[in-house]
C-alpha cells in the first residue's frame, strides 16, 4: 500500500486535537501548518481535510451509522475521526476510493488500531459502493420534518437551526436560511487589514483585491497570508472584514479628541484590539486591551506588541471595571457568545455548542454589559459586538440593558457603518444595531450595537 499524503495525517491530527483537547481549528492549523513545511498545494489540501471533515462530520456520521450498522457513539473515537476523514474524501472531494480507503486504512494501524482496520475497511469500502445522490436521499428518509432535514442535508445541530430561523424571521426573511447554512459550509475568504498608522492599504496590499466594505481591508484568494509583507511583520493583521468593521463602528462613531481612554474589555485574541490600538494612537487617545484567560491575554499582547502608542494589556475579570466608575471614552464589549455567526471559521463550534450554553452565558453578557456601562464616562461610546445572531445574546440583551440604564440610549449604528462603507453595506440594519451575515455580505455573522451613556 502506498504511504498516506503527510496533509491527510496533518489533518487528522488536527480534528484529533479538536474533539480530544477542545483545540480550536482555526488556530491550530495555521500553526501547525507553518511547522510542517508543507507545499501550498499540499496545505491546501490539508485545510480542505481538515474544515471540510469538520463542517460535515454530523452528516458523515449519519452515513457512517447507516454503512456500519452501529450508532456513532459506539465507534471508538480515532477511529470515527479517521472514518469521517475518509468520508469527506468519498462524499465530497474528486479522491479515488481505493486511495481514500487505503490511506485510511493505514492510519488506523499507524494509530495503534490495527484491530480496527478491517472495520474501517469495510465501513468505507460500503460508502464508496453508493453514490453521493443516493446516500444523500437514504439520510433525508429519517428526517423528521423540515428542520430535521435541514439539519441534515446542511450538517448544523437542530437547535442551531431554529435558533437562525427565529432571527431571520425577525427580518421576515426566513427564506434566506438555506442559503446562510450554505454560505456556513463554505470557505470564508481570508480578510486582512492594514493597521493606520503603520500600514497603507493600497501601497502595503496593494496586489490584493480590496474589501468590500471595510476601507482598511483586503482579500487573500487564497494561500499563506505570511507570504504578504505587511502581514509577516506585523503591520497588516488577517482579520474578517466583520470583525474590521465592528472595531471601526466605535472608534469612528465620532472624531477622536486627543487624550480618550478606550477599553477592549474582552479583548483575546487581540485582533480587534490591534486595529483599536491604531486607531486610538493615530487620534491621540490610548487604549487598554483587559482579557481574563491568561493564555488569551498573552495572544493580546503578542497581537499589540508592534502598536504605537504603547497600549496596555491586563488580566482580569471585565466585570470589575464596574468598580472604576466612569473612567473610559468608548469601550468595545465584544461579548463572550456562542460563535453562532462564525460557524464557517470555527467549524467545530456547531458540534461543540448547546443550547444550555446560551442559558449559561446570557447572565455573563448582562453583567459585562453593566460593568461597561458604569466605567463609561457621560457622553462616551459603548460598542456591545458578539460574533453571534442569536436573538438571546444580541438584540434582548441590548434591549434588557437600555431597560435598566435609563442614562444609555442607541445610537444609529447604520448609520455609522453606512459613513465607514461609503454606503456599501445594504440590508444590515436590526433597527438601530446591524447584523452582518455571511451569505449577505461574505462576512462573519458579526452583531454591532452603538449606545451612549447621556450626561
Same mark, same amino acid.
Given at each position: 500500500m502506498s504511504p498516506v499524503q503527510p496533509a491527510r495525517?496533518?489533518?487528522?491530527?488536527?480534528?484529533?486535537?479538536?474533539?480530544t483537547d477542545d483545540a480550536y481549528a482555526n488556530l491550530?492549523?495555521?500553526?501547525?501548518?507553518?511547522?510542517?513545511?508543507?507545499?501550498?498545494?499540499?496545505?491546501?489540501?490539508?485545510?480542505?481535510?481538515?474544515?471540510?471533515?469538520?463542517r460535515r462530520s454530523g452528516y458523515y456520521d449519519r452515513i457512517i451509522e447507516l454503512a456500519s450498522g452501529r450508532p456513532i457513539a459506539k465507534i471508538d473515537p480515532p477511529v470515527r475521526d479517521i472514518l469521517r476523514l475518509g468520508a469527506h474524501q468519498l462524499l465530497s472531494m474528486r479522491v479515488a476510493p481505493h486511495a481514500a480507503v487505503n490511506e485510511a486504512v493505514q492510519q488506523a494501524k499507524a494509530s495503534g488500531k490495527r484491530s480496527a482496520t478491517g472495520f474501517v475497511n469495510g465501513v468505507l469500502r460500503s460508502? +464508496? &459502493? $453508493?453514490?453521493? *445522490?443516493?446516500? !444523500?436521499?437514504?439520510? %433525508?428518509?429519517?428526517?423528521?420534518?423540515?428542520?430535521?432535514?435541514?439539519?441534515?442535508?446542511?450538517?448544523?445541530?437542530?437547535?442551531?437551526?431554529?435558533?437562525?430561523?427565529?432571527?431571520l424571521e425577525l427580518d421576515d426573511a426566513s427564506s434566506e436560511l438555506i442559503y446562510l447554512l450554505e454560505a456556513d459550509n463554505a470557505p470564508p475568504k481570508v480578510g486582512v487589514v492594514a493597521l493606520p498608522g503603520l500600514a497603507d492599504r493600497d501601497a502595503d496590499?496593494?496586489?490584493?483585491?480590496?474589501?468590500e466594505f471595510s476601507p482598511l481591508g483586503a482579500v487573500l484568494s487564497g494561500g499563506d497570508p505570511f507570504?504578504?509583507?505587511?502581514?509577516?511583520?506585523?503591520? +497588516? &493583521? $488577517?482579520?474578517? *472584514?466583520?470583525? !474590521?468593521?465592528?472595531? %471601526?463602528?466605535?472608534?469612528?462613531?465620532?472624531?477622536?479628541?486627543?487624550?480618550?481612554?478606550w477599553l477592549d474589555m474582552c479583548a483575546g485574541p487581540g485582533g480587534k484590539a490591534a486595529l483599536l490600538a491604531a486607531e486610538a494612537h493615530a487620534g491621540g487617545a490610548h487604549l487598554t486591551a483587559n482579557e481574563v484567560v491568561p493564555a488569551r491575554a498573552?495572544?493580546?499582547?503578542?497581537?499589540?506588541d508592534a502598536l504605537p502608542g504603547e497600549p496596555e494589556v491586563v488580566e482580569g475579570d471585565g466585570r470589575r471595571y464596574a468598580a472604576e466608575p466612569e473612567?473610559?471614552?468608548r469601550v468595545l464589549l465584544d461579548a463572550p457568545c456562542t460563535g453562532l455567526g462564525a460557524l464557517r471559521r470555527r467549524p467545530e463550534a456547531r458540534w461543540r455548542k448547546q443550547p444550555a450554553d446560551v442559558e449559561q452565558l446570557v447572565p455573563l453578557q448582562r453583567e459585562l454589559f453593566d460593568a461597561a456601562v458604569a466605567?463609561?464616562?457621560?457622553?462616551?461610546?459603548?460598542?456591545?459586538v458578539t460574533c453571534s445572531p442569536h436573538v438571546a445574546e444580541t438584540r434582548e440583551v441590548v434591549a434588557d440593558g437600555l431597560a435598566r440604564h435609563p442614562r444609555l440610549r442607541s445610537l444609529d449604528t447604520p448609520a455609522v457603518l453606512d459613513e465607514v462603507t461609503g454606503g456599501a453595506l445594504s440590508r444590515a440594519a436590526a433597527g438601530d444595531a446591524v447584523q452582518l451575515w455571511p451569505h449577505r455580505h461574505g462576512t462573519d455573522g458579526m452583531f454591532i450595537a452603538l449606545l451612549e451613556k447621556t450626561a
Open positions: 495525517d496533518l489533518a487528522l491530527a488536527v480534528i484529533r486535537a479538536v474533539n491550530l492549523l495555521p500553526a501547525r501548518l507553518r511547522r510542517s513545511g508543507l507545499g501550498t498545494a499540499d496545505a491546501a489540501l490539508a485545510t480542505e481535510l481538515t474544515y471540510g471533515t469538520l460508502i +464508496a &459502493r $453508493v453514490d453521493r *445522490e443516493e446516500w !444523500q436521499h437514504r439520510v %433525508l428518509g429519517d428526517a423528521a420534518d423540515d428542520a430535521d432535514h435541514l439539519a441534515v442535508l446542511h450538517s448544523h445541530p437542530r437547535w442551531v437551526i431554529d435558533a437562525l430561523r427565529d432571527v496590499l496593494g496586489p490584493l483585491p480590496h474589501s507570504t504578504v509583507a505587511a502581514v509577516r511583520d506585523g503591520r +497588516a &493583521r $488577517v482579520q474578517d *472584514e466583520g470583525s !474590521q468593521l465592528a472595531a %471601526l463602528a466605535l472608534s469612528r462613531a465620532r472624531p477622536i479628541e486627543a487624550g480618550e481612554r498573552r495572544l493580546v499582547r503578542g497581537a499589540l473612567t473610559f471614552d466605567a463609561l464616562k457621560p457622553g462616551g461610546v459603548l460598542a456591545y
